[in-house]
């Protein structure tokens, strides 16, 4: 019994049962790293279809916000020569005004009446500014504050929303790497704590199991430093 106890406590056989229990261990966190790896991998790809679809629809906005702009730049085009028409023919006198009202039974009054809802502000805005101080207002409505196109902002919306999802992407994509790493690094343990019970040299085998375990460690605590994503 004194001999079997005296063995239990022998180098060799406390090398080897460390070894063990450090290799069990090594396993389990192995699966578990791989596992977190490519969890993360698939969100990361999640991430990155998200900001493709925010980037077309981005784009699908802003070439609506396009087309609305071109249809303002019509009507107000055809306002103006409209406009120039019905102050030559006398119809129309803007002398004296402070805000333009469209005159009844005009061509230009018809067209104004017909101009989109969003456009309407900075075209009001930019008639006061004009028949206040023609030589310093704006050239056009369009460069107007008060000219601003709902498709536009959520064009802009969308584009800021892809590069969060982009942002979210490349973070997920890092911490996939990281969990690739601790999975290299327990490979490094199983190794030296395999090797370590195979060497025949006492003072060998303990520097093999002591590099395994700070191995272990140092792999343990990026396991509980990284996020993580439940199975469940």
Not at 32 to 40: D, N
Not at 125 to 141: G, I, K, Q, V
Not at 152 to 160: M, N, Y
């Amino acid at each position: 019994m004194a001999a079997r106890v005296s063995g239990f406590f022998d180098t060799s056989n406390r090398v080897e049962l460390a070894a063990t229990i450090i290799m069990s261990l090594a396993a389990i966190f192995t699966a578990w790293a791989a596992f977190q790896s490519a969890k993360w991998s698939g969100e990361q790809a999640i991430a990155f279809a998200e900001a493709g679809a925010a980037r077309t629809e981005s784009t699908r906005f802003d070439t609506r916000a396009g087309q609305m702009t071109s249809i303002d730049v019509a009507t107000f085009t055809n306002w103006i020569n409209a406009l120039n028409e019905d102050i030559a023919s006398g119809a129309v006198e803007l002398t004296g005004r402070t805000k333009y009202e469209p005159t009844p039974g005009t061509l230009s009054g018809f067209i104004s009446a017909r101009f989109r809802d969003e456009f309407k502000p900075a075209f009001d805005a930019w008639t006061e500014a004009f028949l206040a101080d023609s030589a310093n207002a704006p050239p056009t409505p369009f460069d107007m504050e008060e000219y601003v196109l709902a498709d536009r902002l959520r064009a802009e919306g969308l584009v800021v929303e892809a590069e969060e999802h982009v942002a979210r992407a490349r973070q997920n994509n890092e911490n996939s790497d990281n969990y690739v790493l601790t999975v290299v690094a327990f490979a490094l343990v199983l190794f030296f704590s395999g090797v370590s019970s195979k060497l025949d040299s006492p003072r060998n085998s303990l520097i093999a199991i002591v590099v395994g375990s700070v191995l272990f460690v140092g792999g343990t605590v990026v396991i509980l430093i990284l996020p993580k994503i439940l199975p469940f």
